[in-house]
């Protein structure tokens, strides 16, 4: 066997949560002149082991987007017990990115590919007066929201559906259906309501959009019919606004 391939085989394989707040970062991704969670987890991954780290993660929150179960895997070489290096990890992290659980999986394990369903929350406060506390997790929406009707149209999306008109504008994806296995809206505290929904995958922005969208119909200026129109016209210019980044969550990662 090469070298090359008795270096790989050595290296025992790593799973990884984590929950952070994106307000500071250029959302998961490394990119160039800019600060992701992906870059400063894998730099203080590399000090603890003393090699360089590539996370792979389950799915790219953008930038502004939060997470309480963002799941990734990397391989290593150390020998450092898990919960050791788990311990050091967040001795180095900064604040606002935790590290919640790192175990040894087997070697096939892949964040990414094996993930069966995510699940994202968008939390909006709809109140007169805009919180002081949390507000960089709610988007605050002061006109009151009808919210009987955005429940069943959010309801109306559940099943496999070409979700081209909740995408990103100028999105290459080739294939834009998604099956949505659940949604759900609730009223959470007072003047706060969330809305969940789980996927086997999401589009860039697709749950912005959709949220956007149905604040049209929770504002009275789209019907429950046209937003049937949105989804089966294939057309982000059909859609509502792309709701701020802020109020999104990634709430789980499901295997």
Request: net charge positive; with cysteine.
């Amino acid at each position: 066997m090469a070298n090359g391939e008795t270096a790989k085989w050595s290296k025992r394989n790593y799973k990884l949560v984590l929950e952070y707040d994106g307000t500071n970062y250029h959302g998961w991704q490394r990119q160039k002149g800019v600060l992701t969670i992906q870059e400063v987890v894998e730099t203080r991954l590399a000090i603890m082991t003393q090699a360089p780290i590539r996370l792979i993660g389950a799915g790219r929150t953008d930038a502004g987007v939060h997470a309480r179960g963002q799941v990734a895997n990397f391989l290593s070489g150390s020998r450092v017990r898990p919960e050791n290096l788990l311990r050091g990890l967040n001795s180095l992290l900064p604040d606002d990115i935790v590290a919640l659980e790192l175990n040894q999986v087997s070697l096939d394990f892949h964040a990414r590919f094996h993930a069966l369903s995510k699940v994202y929350e968008y939390r909006i406060h709809n109140g007169p007066v805009a919180p002081a506390l949390g507000r960089q997790y709610d988007w605050h929406i002061s006109q009151p929201l009808s919210w009987g009707p955005m429940g069943r149209c959010l309801k109306l999306l559940e099943g496999r559906h070409d979700f081209a008109s909740f995408q990103a504008a100028g999105s290459s994806v080739r294939n834009s259906e998604r099956e949505i296995f659940s949604t759900r809206i609730a009223s959470a505290a007072n003047h706060l309501w969330v809305i969940s929904i789980e996927a086997n995958g999401f589009l860039r922005h697709m749950v912005r959009n959709i949220v956007g969208t149905l604040v049209e119909v929770g504002r009275g200026k789209l019907s429950e019919e046209g937003f049937i129109e949105v989804l089966t016209a294939r057309d982000r210019k059909q859609a509502g606004m792309t709701a701020p980044a802020r109020g999104l969550c990634l709430m789980e990662v499901r295997y």
